[in-house]
């Protein structure tokens, strides 16, 4: 682990009356198995808004978690499993609840991860909702230590040969977003970062690893020669194929793990693209047996990258 950079997790960041039922909710229908939830994403950034509240739910143990064995099973290899938690209140539409162990957590934020999926979320803010003790808010806080750090190294290795914070931090989530199935537009990568540019500035001159230096006019300079440079496309290359695969697999296992799934998977490629998505009541009952055409439709269309 790291030394803690400029702290990723707003202590003091008011998250409203509905994130705090959700996740005493949450807490409550599992009890001390939840090490610690982590509230982050769209309605973190926009809080004024009416949307589905992203929380990550840290468990110690999928047995003592999930009340099916093939739920275990399911989240061991392919970690992590999704579901969804209606509000009953109305406040929001309801929680996308994704489940993953501290163990699978930790070890897919180090640079030689080739799921890219934990650390490209939590090198960006978020808020710890609720922590089982002291000693595991502690850890959490260096788990996405690690996270920015492996963010980092990314930032640099893929970044432009000069910029400022700003420019590396925007090429990174573009290239984050470019592994997965995303429906977002270009413009994304610019909105994350303006959610809180002053932290994205202050980890990114904390924790600028070697082989990048800073000019006295603020702006950052690289120092890699040719092949580190290419070693890291290389790298990455992998890291793209492999995020493309992960991504189906896991909107595979969402039809059948998820209550409700196909219906959220569609909600948010319309919200997110602003294009209709249509099912035929076959697509519906049959959702495998549909899948690869339905995905092929909507990369087509362009709803998907």
């Known amino acids: 682990m790291v030394t803690q950079p400029p702290s990723l997790l707003l202590s003091d960041h008011p998250v409203g009356d509905a994130v705090g039922r959700m996740a005493r909710e949450l807490r409550h229908r599992h009890g001390d198995t939840v090490a610690a939830i982590l509230f982050y994403g769209s309605c973190l950034r926009d809080q004024g808004g009416a949307g589905i509240l992203?929380?990550?739910?840290?468990?110690?143990d999928y047995r003592s978690f999930h009340d099916h064995p093939v739920?275990?099973?399911?989240?061991?290899?392919l970690p992590p499993s999704v579901g969804f938690v209606a509000d009953t209140e109305g406040a929001f539409q309801g929680a996308k609840v994704t489940v993953i162990s501290r163990d699978q957590f930790a070890t897919r934020v180090t640079p030689d991860s080739l799921d890219t999926t934990i650390w490209a979320r939590f090198c960006q803010p978020?808020?710890?909702?609720?922590?089982?003790?002291?000693?595991v808010a502690d850890w959490v806080a260096?788990?996405?230590?690690?996270a920015a750090v492996t963010?980092?190294?990314w930032a640099v290795h893929l970044g432009p040969d000069e910029g400022r914070a700003e420019d590396f931090w925007i090429?990174?989530?573009?290239?984050?977003y470019g592994v997965e199935l995303r429906v977002e537009g270009a413009a994304r990568a610019a909105q994350l970062y303006g959610f809180s540019p002053a932290l994205f500035d202050a980890v990114f001159a904390a924790l600028a690893p070697a082989g990048i230096e800073r000019r006295p006019d603020g702006r950052y300079r690289l120092r890699l020669d040719g092949s580190q440079r290419r070693q890291a496309r290389r790298r990455w290359f992998w890291r793209r194929i492999a995020g493309k695969i992960l991504n189906v697999l896991r909107l595979t296992k969402a039809l059948f793990t998820f209550d409700g799934g196909i219906d959220y998977i569609v909600g948010k490629l319309e919200r997110h693209s602003g294009q209709h998505v249509a099912l035929r009541p076959w697509q519906r009952r049959y959702p495998l047996?549909?899948?690869?055409?339905v995905l092929w439709s909507l990369y087509r269309r362009g709803v998907i990258r």
């Open 126 to 135: 978020a808020v710890l909702v609720h922590c089982r003790n002291a000693g």
């Open 289 to 293: 047996l549909a899948a690869p055409g």
């Open 54 to 60: 992203d929380f990550y739910v840290l468990v110690d």
């Open 151 to 153: 963010a980092m190294h």
């Open 71 to 77: 739920a275990v099973l399911a989240n061991a290899i």
């Open 171 to 176: 090429n990174l989530f573009r290239h984050t």
């Open 142 to 146: 260096q788990i996405l230590s690690q």
